[in-house]
């Protein structure tokens, strides 16, 4: 299963989904297809794609199901939603997102592209839970994560490994990929830095040894 169809697939049963930064709309699409959802509202801060998923979507007769807002995250979103989904953008950009006012949905789905542990300390410091997380393998790993609104505090281990994440077989490879990484690493960083490398090593190592057995 691809990455898109793995984020459709957490959108089961939901009413209204949100995609924040829907470029093509891939998403709603799929999911109102499929009758996951009854609605989608499609936002993008960027005007051009928005256009070309308008036109999409009208060829589909999905136009009264999907709603397209030109918007800055939640800025500009007024209608009603249940879930929202944020993918394919860094954790810079959905920290911006998630710090400005907005309605608390029922739960989140968040892929970041990059900087996995800075979003799970976000996560962990500013009220919020990570409740599931799965693995997809396309040209690289990505991770999704499925989030609710719900104070949980993430130790070290489970910033660096994911507190779901580390009890799926399927890390595996994701694992030995960054454990790999970390090993030609360590060597070349100062004593302070080293010793933040090493306690991933150990990690890795450990979660890897534990899948293996279990």
């Known amino acids: 299963m691809n990455r898109i169809d793995s984020i459709v697939e957490l959108l089961k049963g939901a009413n209204t989904v949100l995609d924040i930064g829907t ?6 699409i799929k999911a109102i297809q499929r009758g996951y959802i009854k609605k989608g509202i499609g936002s993008d801060i960027n ?35 249940d879930v929202v989904v944020v993918t394919g953008m860094g954790y810079k950009m959905m920290k911006h997102i998630l710090s400005k006012p907005h309605q608390t949905p029922n739960y989140y789905v968040f892929s970041p592209h990059h900087e996995l542990e800075e979003l799970r300390v976000y996560l962990s410091h500013h009220g919020y839970e990570i409740i599931d997380e ?26 660096i490994l994911g507190p779901i994440l580390k009890t799926k077989k399927e890390a595996i490879p994701y694992y030995e990929s960054k454990l790999k990484a970390k090993l030609d690493y360590v060597n070349h960083v100062d004593l302070n830095d080293r010793k933040v490398v090493e306690e991933a090593i150990n990690y890795y190592k450990a979660a890897i040894k534990n899948l293996l057995v279990t």
């Open 134 to 159: 799965d693995i997809v393998y396309e040209k690289k790993p990505y991770i999704l994560l499925k989030v609710i609104k719900h104070y949980k505090q993430l130790t070290q281990e489970d910033i």
């Open 23 to 28: 470029d093509h709309g891939l998403v709603l």
């Open 47 to 81: 005007h051009a794609p928005l256009n070309e998923t308008k036109k999409h979507i009208a060829e589909l007769g999905l136009t009264d199901k999907i709603t397209l807002i030109q918007s800055d995250g939640f800025e500009n979103i007024k209608e009603p939603y």
